[in-house]
């Protein structure tokens, strides 16, 4: 497997964030990688008391991340790296994920509304922008135990080989099962070009523990999600640019749906 040399963490310091911080630390730990936990801030906005005072408002991001150690033990397991800037969270994001050339970012999202869903659209957002596997941890779910993958799937383009090897080389290493799960089709409704990419798709994943499911449901998020619940998927793993289908149902793309209302951390992969 290729090692994962760089995985970014952005951080507010939420115990959401937390949350996420401890599934980054255990990938880090599982699959050899190293972590940048990052803070962003604007000193207008996110530093009210520290507007007059930049030293004092840096040495008090200094003392957060020196908390972060404290709380987070297991941290001392991998090699880390804390950093702060100053600017825009979602511009810095991308642009760290780019000039550092990150392997993976993790990120804390909740599906609600109010600021929850500004947190939850900004997160979408970076998804869009950045060109690395993502994983979502939503509130209070954890990677920890993480056994088998639904990997959401409709065949509707083909696959682009290197999104679909990080989702191998991550089962291979973590000794994971793939559930591969198609919504609202069956292979009797497909056409020829369909049926190939499916055919790929199985020879990719024969490196792999994985299986094959068709099952129906109103919405596709919600089978989705169902689905995972109903058969121990302890992570959703989505690939946006095969759901062409998928997409004509929604005013919204599914991976921002899912990105805002699944309970099961989600795998985006690019």
Same mark, same amino acid.
């Given at each position: 497997?290729?090692?994962?040399? $760089? =995985?970014?963490l952005?951080t507010?310091f939420?115990? $959401?964030?937390?949350n996420a911080?401890d599934?980054?630390?255990?990938?880090?730990?599982r699959i050899g +990688?190293?972590?940048?936990i990052?803070?962003?801030?604007h000193r207008?906005?996110?530093?009210?008391? *520290?507007?007059?005072n930049p030293e004092?408002?840096?040495?008090?991001?200094?003392?957060? !991340?020196?908390?972060?150690?404290?709380e987070?033990?297991?941290?001392?397991?991998v090699?880390h790296?804390f950093?702060?800037e100053? +600017?825009?969270?979602?511009?810095?994001?991308?642009?760290?994920?780019?000039?550092?050339?990150?392997d993976?970012?993790?990120?804390?999202?909740? +599906?609600a509304?109010? !600021?929850?869903?500004?947190?939850g659209?900004?997160?979408?957002?970076?998804?869009?922008r950045?060109?690395v596997?993502?994983?979502?941890?939503?509130?209070?779910?954890?990677?920890k135990?993480?056994?088998?993958?639904?990997?959401?799937?409709? *065949?509707?383009?083909?696959?682009?080989?290197h999104?679909m090897?990080f989702l191998?080389?991550?089962? $291979?290493?973590?000794?994971?099962?793939?559930?591969?799960i198609?919504?609202n089709?069956?292979?009797?409704?497909?056409?020829?070009q369909?049926?190939?990419?499916?055919e790929?798709?199985i020879n990719?994943?024969?490196?792999v523990?994985?299986d !094959?499911?068709f099952? *129906?449901s109103?919405?596709?998020e919600d089978?989705?999600?169902?689905?995972?619940?109903?058969n121990? =998927?302890?992570?959703?793993a989505?690939?946006?640019?095969?759901?062409?289908?998928i997409e004509?149902? !929604?005013?919204?793309?599914l991976?921002?749906?899912?990105?805002?209302?699944s309970p099961?951390?989600?795998?985006?992969?690019?």
């Open positions: 497997m290729k090692i994962l040399k $760089r =995985i970014l952005p507010d939420s115990e $959401r964030a937390g911080l599934q980054a630390i255990h990938l880090a730990d +990688g190293r972590l940048l990052m803070h962003v801030y207008l906005v996110a530093e009210e008391d *520290y507007t007059d004092k408002l840096e040495k008090g991001i200094d003392k957060k !991340f020196a908390k972060l150690l404290k987070h033990p297991q941290l001392s397991r090699p790296e950093r702060k100053l +600017g825009l969270s979602l511009d810095n994001i991308v642009e760290t994920v780019k000039d550092e050339e990150i993976l970012l993790v990120m804390a999202t909740k +599906g509304s109010g !600021f929850d869903e500004i947190w659209t900004k997160t979408a957002k970076i998804i869009k950045v060109q596997p993502v994983f979502v941890i939503p509130d209070k779910t954890s990677l135990r993480l056994k088998k993958v639904g990997l959401a799937c409709d *065949y509707s383009t083909s696959t682009v080989n999104e090897q191998i080389d991550l089962a $291979r290493e973590m000794e994971l099962a793939v559930d591969v198609t919504l089709r069956d292979a009797k409704t497909m056409i020829r369909e049926l190939d990419n499916r790929d798709i990719l994943l024969d490196e523990k994985s !094959f499911h099952t *129906y109103n919405s596709v089978g989705l999600v169902e689905y995972g619940l109903a121990n =998927i302890d992570l959703i989505i690939l946006p640019r095969s759901y062409s289908f004509r149902l !929604f005013n919204e793309s991976t921002q749906k899912m990105t805002f209302h099961i951390p989600l795998l985006v992969l690019k």
